[in-house]
């Protein structure tokens, strides 16, 4: 919870996330969320770029079989999620795609 919490009790996600600019500043910029309320967790978040989240997830180290997949929205938004440890902090990676754009051309949506 964020109650007494201070920016020191943040310096290791920021710490993560400046060692993400230092060493894949030329990957895609993401969506940054920092959190009091989870202020050991990174979040960055990918929409609409399906090449961008794939890049940092290789940069990252999580394999294609650790991303979860689920759709919300009655199906018409494809999430993808993953996570890693990254210089101490819980990174997670998540994706939104809208179906449509997702699905290559002629292959069925």
Known sequence: MSDGLTL?????VLRALRLLAVDFGHLPAPDVQVS???PHRLELRFHDNL???EAWRESVGVAPDDVVYREQSDGRTRVLKASADYAGAALE????FDVQAAVPVGMPA
């Open 51 to 53: 090449p961008g989240f």
């Open 36 to 38: 009091t309320i989870y």
């Open 93 to 96: 990676l998540t994706g939104y």
């Open 8 to 12: 020191d009790d943040l310096a290791v």
